[in-house]
């Protein structure tokens, strides 16, 4: 590997890859527009674009008093709820009772954190809608000694695989092969740590792992704490050397594979780059309106007189006019108002027209006229999409099980099925059918047992694991 003697010096780990530093600034703006709230008020200077010529004082206040209206958030939050509210139903056949067993306590704790395998895609799923990617690690625990069988595998813990999410802004540096496949990858991760509870002053370590088709090397640096955000990531020769910890031979080596793992969403499904930039807009005329409507409210005095004018006004004051000096107040018309809002409103409406939700847009009041067949036919084409992010999201959940499949080598056939049916009266219907497809009377016990799984298993879906197994195979006839 070419690249493989600069990754073995202290001072290279921490490279970062060309499409890592274009893209950092890209990510950090769209997690500040999908958290909103302080995340995003404490990054306003970034995203609240000044007046021409605008005093700093007067931007100061301007900052102080920012507000977001996070839609762009509430829509990446109701594709990911609305995608997981029935969980992908996933099937392990054939192989030893062990290994069936494993994959039932690895569904309900992938990452030994008590995670479910849903709620961690769901993580990842909702990660790679912000990001455009999201990516995850297949993992073996480390073992000292040298194991030379399965059963000790198996008693000692080695085969036990889990699984790490990573976001784009960790996975700092790789390399592709001509197929497109990782041939190494470098993941970077920081923490503050105490080695005793009583020690004073808090470090921070930062954590470099290289892993290639067989190996891996961790390398750490601990040093003290700089603020948090990307740009303690910086390099600074002065913060302390870089150390390497543990090496050897990871978990998919057998594989000659790299056990990284990505989710990534095409540019056209990916949803804070659609919306990004109208929410930027929006964000930025909503915070002009409300600053106008604010100065609006502190109307100025306006003098007429030829006289020289030089007295004070205020609410102590008093003022004193000639026979023909006049006195008024500055109003707004409105006008100007009016056209901001109108336009607040399309962009609103615009939002949620590009990630498929024009249903979801209009006024709150729903006093929009729409047809019952048009809005039918506007969220059937939010279903086709939610189907595209439910076939993303198995393929990705297909590939890490198997990779764990076959370096475990347990000889089980998995699928995953399901994420493609989302209104809520949607098993109804599929009973219905089922039943019709039932009483044509096809003669093909294989066709019943594939219904009769089906359906047992998404009325079940929220049933654990080794439940499901055992009816799958009470339905095979092989209870």
């Not at 970034?46 to 996070?70: I, S």
């Not at 004193?320 to 006049?326: S, T, Y």
């Not at 847009?361 to 189907?387: C, H, M, N, Y």
Request: charge should be negative; glycine fraction near 8%.
């Amino acid at each position: 590997m070419t690249n493989e003697q600069t990754l073995h010096g202290d001072a290279e780990i921490h490279r970062e890859h060309p499409d890592y530093k274009a893209r950092r600034e890209t990510w950090r703006t769209y997690a500040d527009l999908y958290a909103g709230g302080e995340q995003l008020k404490a990054h306003a200077d970034r995203y609240l674009v000044p007046r021409q010529k605008e005093p700093r004082d007067v931007y100061a206040e301007r900052l102080l008093r920012v507000f977001y209206e996070n839609h762009a958030g509430s829509i990446v939050d109701w594709y990911t709820s609305t995608l997981f509210r029935r969980e992908p139903v996933m099937s392990f056949q054939g192989g030893f009772e062990t290994s069936r067993t494993f994959y039932s306590e690895f569904v309900e704790d992938c990452d030994r954190k008590g995670t479910s395998l849903t709620e961690f895609f769901r993580a990842r799923f909702l990660e790679a809608l912000v990001y455009g990617r999201s990516h995850v690690l297949v993992d073996f625990p480390r073992v000292e000694r040298k194991l030379g069988t399965r059963a000790e595998e198996d008693e000692g813990g080695a085969s036990r695989a889990y699984l790490v999410g990573y976001s784009p802004e960790e996975l700092i540096n790789w390399s592709l092969d001509a197929h497109g496949n990782y041939e190494w990858v470098v993941l970077r991760t920081s923490h503050l740590a105490k080695e005793r509870v009583e020690e004073a002053k808090w470090q921070e370590v930062t954590r470099w792992v290289y892993y290639d088709r067989r190996e891996y090397r961790v390398y750490e640096r601990t040093a003290a704490p700089r603020g948090f955000g990307i740009e303690r990531f910086e390099e600074d020769g002065g913060r302390g050397k870089i150390e390497l910890k543990a090496a050897g031979t990871h978990g998919l080596a057998k594989l000659n594979t790299v056990p990284l793992f990505e989710l990534a969403m095409p540019e056209g499904l990916w949803m804070m780059n659609r919306a990004g930039l109208l929410q930027l807009e929006h964000f930025n005329k909503s915070n002009a309106l409300a600053w106008a409507l604010t100065m609006g409210l502190f109307a100025m005095p306006v003098i007429y007189s030829e006289r020289e004018w030089n007295q004070m006004v205020g609410e102590s004051y008093y003022i004193q006019l000639g026979p023909q000096d006049k006195f008024g107040w500055t109003e707004p018309q409105g006008t100007v108002y009016q056209i901001a809002h109108d336009n607040l409103e399309r962009l609103r409406d615009e939002i949620y027209r590009v990630c498929w939700l024009m249903q979801a847009g209009g006024p709150l009041s729903g006093g929009g006229a729409q047809s019952g067949v048009s809005k039918q036919w506007d969220f059937a084409i939010t279903e086709e999409v939610l189907r595209a992010y439910g076939d993303a999201v198995k393929e990705s959940l297909k590939r890490v099980l198997k990779a764990i499949e076959a370096a475990r080598e347990d000889n089980v056939a998995i699928s995953v099925t399901g994420m493609d049916e989302f209104q809520i009266g949607d098993f109804s219907s599929q009973l219905a059918d089922a039943q019709k497809l039932l009483s044509l009377g096809i003669g093909s016990p294989t066709l019943q047992k594939e219904i009769f799984k089906t359906l047992a298993l998404q009325y079940l879906s929220d049933a654990p694991q080794e439940t499901k197994d055992r009816i799958v195979r009470e339905i095979e006839g092989r209870a």
